[in-house]
């Protein structure tokens, strides 16, 4: 398969967000006259937002694009291997991800004290800026930019009611590839809520709200791992239902166990099962609020768990009075019957 047109452009366009000089002339216009790109016109509306949805939008934004880059890059190795041009093509993949982490990097240094700004161009072009640091966002990714401009979309309209900003827009993923849009249930991401404060939050309902900016590092590496822990956790026991076990979700604990060794799961009162879950297994309150959720996980049922208070949850600090504030799903606190 050729890759020249591609890599050719992919590569131009890589060197200019490296430099940081994209100016509107020497990008295609995003749409006709009158057909502006729903991602056009919410970064339009977002221009004069309060910072934390721009912080959200540019999170998002950058999060995305540094996947679907290292995407590219992974499909081309593969497309290409065993073929004549894989030393060709393995050279620019690693340039790629080079530049998928710069801009993973980027993005992971935001928080509620960064300054976000976003511009759109009298070519539709959009543009966000991270404490000064301008990365575009039309015209990026080669071959699949209306992809990732609706999974940017789609993700932000999970945070927000894109309704009150955007109208007559379908807030569904394209007719893709599943390669394009299927989701990673293990694969925390954040929001910069104006009303929740740092928020970790799951494709599968799962959302942690944290109180406090210090340690964001922390909570993030914190967080990530439970999310996938807890994704594991799931996937296991939903095995074991398959098998014929009975969940007992009112015994189901998680016991500590020498680092580097598989815990001591009990999920019924005579029946275990062994799994390497180290941060769960010293999270015991966090694992019973979770019951509901993972019950749900089980059944193949959807459910929105809210765990206020995270950073005690997760271990992190001592335990704080949540504050109250308006947020787009209820929080629970069921204790699972």
Known sequence: MAYSRPVTRFLACMVVLLLGLASAHSLPAAAASGDVPALTRLARQLQDSPMPMRSDFAWLALTQMAAFYTEQAERARLETRATPRARETAKWAASVDAYADRIAVLADSISNESAITI?????????????????????AISSQQAAYEARVLQRYCILY????????????????????VTTDPSIAYWSFSQHAGPVC???????????????????????????????????????EQQRGISINWKVLAI???????????????????????????????LVKIVRPWLSARVRGDTFQLVVLNAEYMMGLTEPAEPETGIQRYPAFTIEYE
């Open 255 to 285: 016991h500590p166990a020498p680092p580097g060794t598989e815990n001591r799961v009990r999920i019924a009162l005579r029946d275990e099962i062994r799994l390497l879950l180290p941060t769960l297994a010293g999270l015991p309150q």
């Open 161 to 180: 009611i894109c309704e009150d900003l955007l109208q007559d827009v379908d807030y569904g993923e394209p007719s893709l590839s599943a390669d394009y």
């Open 201 to 239: 939050m799951t494709n599968d309902g799962l959302e942690f709200q944290f109180q406090r900016l210090s340690d964001l590092a922390v909570k993030r590496a914190v967080c990530s791992q439970v999310v996938a822990e807890l994704s594991e956790l799931a996937d296991a026991l939903a095995r």
């Open 119 to 139: 511009s759109v161009g009298i070519s539709n072009e959009v543009h966000v800026y991270v404490d000064g640091q301008p990365v575009i966002l039309t015209a």
